[in-house]
C-alpha cells in the first residue's frame, strides 16, 4: 500500500511542444491535473520533469503550477539527472513514487524502470500518461506491468493514500471525485 508520509509525485514531460503530438493529450492532462489537485490536498509533493525543454519547450503552465520543483533532464531516465537526490531531499523516508506523464514508452517508462532499479516502489496513473501512439504507450506500460511496476487509477491511489474515512480530507477528495464523475 502506497502511504502519504513516504509518496511523492512525479509529472514526466507534459511539455508545450511534445503535448500537441500526444494522442488524446489534453485528457491526458486533465487526468494529471486532477490528480495532481487531489495529491496536493494531501499535502504529498509533486515535482515536474521537462526532457530537454529547449527541443520540446516547457511544462505546460497548468502542470508546472502543480509542481513544488521541476527538473531538467538530458537523459530518458530522470534518476540520471538528479531525481532521486530530489525526492529524498524533501523527506529521506520517501520511498514510494507515483508517476504519469509523457511519453509513456520512453521517459516515462525509463524512468519507472530507473526508480524500481533503485529499490524504489513505483505504480504509474495510466489515464494521466501519454504517447503519440496508442500502440506505444500499451507496449510501455506492459513492460512497466513486466518488471513489477503498478498501473493504478487516480482513485485507487488517492484512496490508498487517505486510508480510512476518518481522514480530515476525505470529504473533501470525496466531493471532487464525485463532482468530477457528474461532469463526464
Given at each position: 500500500m502506497?502511504?502519504p ?18 494522442h ?8 494529471a ?9 494531501l ?12 527541443g ?10 502543480c509542481?513544488?520543483?521541476t ?38 517508462m525509463?524512468?519507472a ?39 493504478l ?32
Open positions: 502506497f502511504n508520509t513516504t509518496s511523492v509525485l512525479i509529472l514526466v514531460d507534459y511539455q508545450t511542444r511534445l503535448l500537441p503530438s500526444i488524446n493529450g489534453e485528457s491526458v492532462v486533465d487526468e491535473l486532477f490528480l495532481a489537485k487531489l495529491t496536493r490536498i499535502d504529498i509533493p509533486i515535482f515536474g520533469t521537462e526532457q530537454n525543454p529547449e520540446l519547450g516547457p511544462n505546460d503552465r497548468r502542470i508546472r503550477g509542481c513544488d520543483q527538473l531538467l533532464k538530458f537523459s530518458f531516465d530522470a534518476t540520471k539527472n538528479g531525481l532521486l537526490e530530489l525526492i529524498q531531499k524533501v523527506n529521506p523516508l520517501n520511498n514510494q513514487v507515483v508517476l504519469a506523464g509523457c511519453e509513456t514508452h520512453v521517459c516515462l525509463q524512468t524502470l530507473g526508480l524500481r532499479e533503485k529499490s524504489f516502489e513505483v505504480a504509474v496513473i495510466p489515464e494521466a500518461c501519454g504517447s503519440r501512439s496508442p500502440n506505444d504507450k500499451m507496449l510501455g506500460i506492459a513492460r512497466m506491468q513486466q518488471q513489477g511496476i503498478a498501473m487509477s487516480t482513485e485507487m491511489i488517492v484512496f490508498e493514500w487517505l486510508q480510512n474515512s476518518r481522514h480530515a480530507q476525505f470529504k473533501n477528495i470525496l466531493q471532487l471525485i464525485k463532482s468530477r464523475v457528474l461532469k463526464d
